[in-house]
C-alpha cells in the first residue's frame, strides 16, 4: 500500500440530487492531502428549505463513508460544512449534531488525508 493519495473523485461523484453545483475546486496540498470544495445550490428554488438543509448534510455525510469505502485503508476522508461553523465529520466516525437552517447554498470542504503510512 502507498503512502500517498493516488485516486480522486470527478465532479458527478459530487454531485447531489435536487442539486446544482455551482462551485468546484480541487487542491492537491501535496501527495498526501487533497481538498475538494463544493457549493451546492437548490435546483428548483431559490433556497434550500431547513429541512433540505438537514437531508442534504446527511447526504453528504453518506457520501464521505462511500468516498472512504473506495480508498486504501490508510487514507481518510472527511468532510466540513462551511455554513455550519466548519462542523466537520469524520468518514464512519461521528454523528453530526447542528441545527438546520434555511440557506442559498451548502459550501463544504471534502478532505483527503493519508492517515498512516505503511
Known amino acids: 500500500m502507498k503512502n500517498v493519495i493516488n485516486k480522486s473523485f470527478e465532479i458527478q461523484d459530487y454531485m447531489l440530487d435536487e442539486t446544482v453545483i455551482n462551485g468546484f475546486w480541487m487542491n492537491l496540498i501535496d501527495r498526501e492531502k487533497l481538498t475538494t470544495e463544493v457549493v451546492y445550490s437548490p435546483a428548483h428554488s431559490a433556497t434550500f428549505s431547513s429541512e433540505d ?8 455525510a453518506r457520501k464521505c463513508d462511500s468516498f472512504k469505502a473506495q480508498l486504501p485503508e490508510n487514507i481518510n476522508c472527511e468532510v466540513v460544512f462551511k455554513d455550519f461553523g466548519d462542523l466537520k465529520y469524520l468518514a464512519n466516525k461521528n454523528e453530526l449534531q447542528f441545527d438546520s437552517k434555511e440557506l442559498d447554498e451548502l459550501r463544504v470542504v471534502y478532505r483527503f488525508c493519508v492517515g498512516y503510512h505503511i
Not at 53 to 60: D, F, G, H, P, S
Open 53 to 60: 438543509t438537514k437531508q442534504l448534510v446527511n447526504e453528504i
